[in-house]
């Protein structure tokens, strides 16, 4: 098998390109971004708090080259293993060579598991600067005994167009014709096709489990893996994990027979697995647990648009931290897009046979987004937006597994289903061949997506309840989307991973969204120690200093986890601060929204300045005025700049930012002021009460606020960042925005008066 984990071979990424001192005029090199954005690419291979050394299949392809603004990096690849190897990869594939590209060759069939550690060198376009990145890394081993090895037919016992047996290491594999309408065949060097209609039966004594790896081969737009689904078998539960497919017995068997198969398959080996099954299956890695349990409660989908609703459609480049939406024009022949949420134009779906009519209003004209393919120079199809004022005769669908948008069209027998989105550091909403769909999400693909055209995005939501079925497999509770009992510290939900269901306490610390006319808000909850998570539009009002019980899903917005919307806080644990009034003027009578406390009583539901802030309207107990504005428009008010160290000053204010622990140099840009993730931010004044960011967008704006340190008076009100101070000072200091690059317009100071 060789199973992509990495196809989309050429990362572009956005550098800058540095220039050295000295008087060589000597380009100094990134190397230490492109590390970083090479650990983005292959994030899957890095370590986890819960999987820390990463398990990989039998082969996969690594690229040998990424394309920079400062060039091309080339990048070699060794093993530390006698086992694992790597070699150049074979043939070529969508127009891919070995001059791009690698294959990390892992043998099948091994009868242990192999550590090994593969390394990358990358070499700067000036052969002299370089880096080694190290992943460590875990091939998967089962007992021979246990496997029945189908690519190609060296195991193969007899075979003509009625049946096809194979055989090796006690398992017998039989493919019997039955209602198939095709003869059957036996592959020399490939996975082995069984077609549809056709019948599979597999032996082997005492059974408990099989776990058959199908071949993940894309044609023209088709893969080869459904052809076990909605199979039903008595005694067995059957279910599929993309190119896997596990099945479970309810009590030890010799003999599983398959009723016709859904469609053709193709089929590389088969695991057996006898005696039981425990804790979701220690054997063949949790399987039984993870895919033996109700394939419905781990498979996410998304909700499908509803006509005549407007949406946004958006792409968000999330190790880019920005968030692009459709402008209304095209670019080429890809639709434009821009940073600015307000110039967003919203589009609308009306259903029609097959599928939707997209289209968007420029004044009075109703104007569909439609599509046609066109023959790469590769002989693949491929495909490209357009715009028509004419009823399109090609139909969009709604991809509800991926949350994208697909459109089927073929050029000269050529056809793929294409889906919206862009790569790398584009800036256009372009096509992509269903090959790549099974990346998503990765390092660098970015789907577009669309959201309700009040900002709210459409979420994905869980399938059935989870672990129905897991009592076949040992325990479906154990399954990676499995209930989680009892609490959970906050850093444990932060590195829980995306699509955990969780449940946690802590103490409201402050709002990315208060309390709006959608009845929801949404608060950022806090421990002991700091740690920090955003609770996105909740449907339960709580205020700041409510200790509180959340149980809901992770999810991850622009790199960072939070817990989804429709993640309610369920329980309140002790009576809310009374803080919130329907009027947000100190001393009025008014009462609280959330218990109706009497303004009379503001004194005892703190609605003092014993902290020295309001906590009604936020106003210090000091009288304040406007220090002034520090602008980011252009690079005048900037008085130092280095790669490790920018200073702004204006009005009696200055900025500073450190690289700090940043793996990306201090940037050179304004309007706006970019302040990469990780580096260090200080405003300082003299006798500071109140600090407003404003940022270039809320997403910049969320990002900001989730890396102010925690104890620290902090409100968001869309794209602006307020920071309010008990008692005057002289500095504030941001240790590490570790929510992401933030991009400023401009920071505005109060200072006592």
């Known amino acids: 098998m060789k199973k992509i984990l990495s196809l989309l071979l050429i990362?572009?990424?956005?550098?800058?390109?540095?220039?050295?001192?000295?008087?060589?005029?000597?380009?100094?090199?990134?190397?230490?971004?492109?590390?970083?954005?090479?650990?983005?690419?292959?994030?899957?291979?890095?370590?986890?708090?819960?999987?820390?050394?990463?398990?990989?299949?039998?082969?996969?392809?690594?690229?040998?080259?990424?394309?920079?603004?400062?060039?091309?990096?080339?990048?070699?690849?060794?093993?530390?293993s006698d086992v694992v190897t790597v070699v150049d990869f074979e043939g070529t594939e969508d127009g891919y060579?070995?001059?791009?590209?690698?294959?990390?060759?892992?043998?099948?069939?091994?009868?242990a598991d192999v550590a090994y550690k593969l390394t990358a060198t990358i070499t700067a376009p000036d052969g002299e600067t370089t880096a080694t990145v190290d992943f460590n890394l875990v091939a998967p081993g089962v007992a021979a005994e246990l496997i029945l090895d189908l690519t190609g037919n060296a195991n193969l016992v007899s075979g003509s167009g009625e049946q096809n047996v194979f055989a090796a290491n006690g398992i017998t594999f039989t493919n019997d014709k039955a209602s198939s309408t095709s003869d059957l065949t036996v592959q020399e060097k490939y996975a082995q096709r069984a077609y549809k209609g056709s019948t599979v039966k597999i032996e082997y004594p005492g059974m408990t489990m099989i776990v058959i790896t199908l071949d993940d081969y894309v044609s023209g737009?088709?893969?080869?893996?459904?052809?076990?689904?909605?199979?039903?078998?008595?005694?067995?539960?059957?279910?599929?994990?993309?190119?896997?497919?596990?099945?479970?017995?309810?009590?030890?068997?010799?003999?599983?027979?398959?009723?016709?198969?859904?469609?053709?398959?193709?089929?590389?080996?088969?695991?057996?697995?006898?005696?039981?099954?425990?804790?979701?299956?220690?054997?063949?890695?949790?399987?039984?647990?993870?895919?033996g349990g109700n394939q419905g409660g781990t498979t996410p989908s998304y909700t499908a648009p509803v006509a005549g609703q407007p949406y946004n459609f958006f792409i968000e480049q999330n190790t880019?931290?920005?968030?692009?939406?459709?402008?209304?024009?095209?670019?080429?022949?890809?639709?434009?897009?821009?940073?600015?949420?307000?110039?967003?134009?919203?589009?609308?779906?009306?259903?029609?046979?097959?599928?939707?009519?997209?289209?968007?209003?420029?004044?009075?004209?109703?104007?569909?987004?439609?599509?046609?393919?066109?023959?790469?120079?590769?002989?693949?199809?491929?495909?490209?937006?357009?715009?028509?004022?004419?009823?399109?005769?090609?139909?969009?669908?709604?991809?509800?597994?991926?949350?994208?948008?697909?459109?089927?069209?073929?050029?000269?027998?050529?056809?793929d289903t294409f889906f919206a989105g862009t790569y790398n550091d584009y800036n256009t909403i372009s096509l992509s061949g269903s090959y790549y769909k099974d990346q998503i999400p990765s390092g660098s693909q970015y789907p577009?997506?669309?959201?309700?055209?009040?900002?709210?995005?459409?979420?994905?939501?869980?399938?059935?309840?989870?672990?129905?079925?897991?009592?076949?497999?040992?325990?479906?509770?154990?399954?990676?989307?499995?209930?989680?009992?009892?609490?959970?510290?906050?850093?444990?939900?932060?590195?829980?991973g995306e699509g955990t269901a969780v449940k946690f306490t802590g103490t409201v610390h402050s709002f990315y969204e208060e309390w709006s006319s959608y009845n929801n808000c949404s608060p950022y909850i806090v421990d002991e120690n700091g740690n920090k998570i955003l609770v996105f539009r909740t449907t339960t009002k709580v205020n700041i200093g409510d200790v509180v019980t959340v149980e809901g899903t992770v999810t991850i917005y622009n790199t960072v986890p939070q817990i989804a919307k429709d993640g309610s806080v369920v329980t309140i644990d002790v009576a809310h601060v009374c803080s919130s009034w329907t009027e947000a003027t100190c001393g009025d009578d008014?009462?609280?929204?959330?218990?109706?406390?009497?303004?009379?009583?503001?004194?005892?539901?703190?609605?003092?300045?014993?902290?020295?802030?309001?906590?009604?309207?936020?106003?210090?107990?000091?009288?304040?005025?406007?220090?002034?504005?520090?602008?980011?428009?252009?690079?005048?008010?900037?008085?130092?700049?280095?790669?490790?160290?920018?200073?702004?000053?204006?009005?009696?204010?200055?900025?500073?930012?450190?690289?700090?622990?940043?793996?990306?140099?201090?940037?050179?840009?304004?309007?706006?002021?970019?302040?990469?993730?990780?580096?260090?931010?200080?405003?300082?004044?003299?006798?500071?009460?109140?600090?407003?960011?404003?940022?270039?967008?809320?997403?910049?704006?969320?990002?900001?606020?989730?890396?102010?340190?925690?104890?620290?008076?902090?409100?968001?009100?869309?794209?602006?960042?307020?920071?309010t101070f008990s008692q005057a000072v002289d500095s504030f200091e941001i240790p590490s925005l570790s929510g992401g690059q933030v991009r400023v317009n401009s920071i505005t100071v109060y200072v006592a008066e």
């Open 97 to 111: 060579t070995n001059e791009i590209a690698a294959t990390v060759k892992v043998p099948s069939g091994l009868t």
């Open 590 to 723: 008014s009462a609280c929204t959330v218990c109706g406390a009497a303004g009379a009583d503001k004194a005892t539901g703190n609605h003092t300045f014993a902290d020295g802030i309001c906590s009604v309207c936020g106003t210090p107990d000091a009288a304040m005025k406007l220090l002034g504005t520090l602008s980011f428009s252009s690079t005048a008010n900037r008085t130092t700049f280095t790669s490790s160290q920018q200073v702004w000053a204006a009005n009696g204010i200055t900025v500073t930012n450190n690289q700090a622990s940043s793996t990306s140099p201090v940037a050179d840009y304004s309007n706006p002021a970019r302040f990469y993730k990780s580096s260090q931010l200080i405003v300082a004044a003299t006798g500071i009460l109140k600090i407003e960011f404003t940022c270039n967008s809320t997403s910049y704006a969320s990002a900001l606020a989730s890396a102010i340190p925690a104890g620290t008076n902090v409100s968001v009100n869309g794209s602006v960042v307020t920071v």
């Open 11 to 80: 990362l572009v990424l956005s550098l800058s390109v540095l220039a050295s001192c000295g008087n060589d005029n000597k380009t100094e090199y990134d190397i230490d971004a492109a590390v970083e954005f090479l650990n983005a690419y292959y994030k899957h291979l890095l370590p986890t708090t819960s999987n820390p050394t990463p398990t990989t299949p039998n082969s996969f392809t690594v690229v040998r080259v990424l394309s920079t603004k400062d060039g091309k990096y080339a990048i070699s690849w060794k093993t530390n």
């Open 320 to 415: 880019l931290s920005q968030k692009l939406y459709f402008a209304g024009s095209m670019s080429g022949n890809y639709l434009a897009t821009t940073e600015d949420a307000s110039a967003a134009v919203a589009i609308y779906f009306e259903e029609v046979s097959g599928g939707y009519h997209i289209y968007f209003m420029d004044g009075e004209t109703k104007t569909y987004i439609t599509a046609a393919a066109y023959l790469k120079s590769n002989g693949y199809a491929g495909c490209h937006f357009s715009l028509t004022t004419d009823t399109p005769t090609l139909a969009w669908t709604y991809n509800t597994t991926y949350g994208i948008i697909e459109i089927y069209d073929e050029i000269e027998g050529k056809s």
């Open 448 to 496: 577009a997506r669309i959201e309700a055209a009040d900002g709210e995005v459409i979420p994905p939501s869980q399938g059935g309840d989870n672990g129905d079925n897991g009592d076949n497999g040992g325990n479906g509770d154990n399954g990676n989307s499995g209930s989680t009992d009892g609490l959970m510290t906050i850093p444990e939900v932060l590195a829980s």
């Open 221 to 291: 737009g088709k893969t080869y893996l459904a052809g076990f689904d909605g199979m039903t078998v008595e005694g067995a539960t059957i279910t599929r994990d993309n190119d896997v497919v596990t099945i479970v017995f309810s009590a030890p068997t010799d003999v599983f027979q398959s009723t016709p198969l859904a469609s053709q398959t193709r089929i590389e080996k088969i695991q057996v697995f006898t005696g039981e099954v425990e804790n979701g299956g220690n054997q063949g890695g949790n399987q039984g647990g993870n895919q």
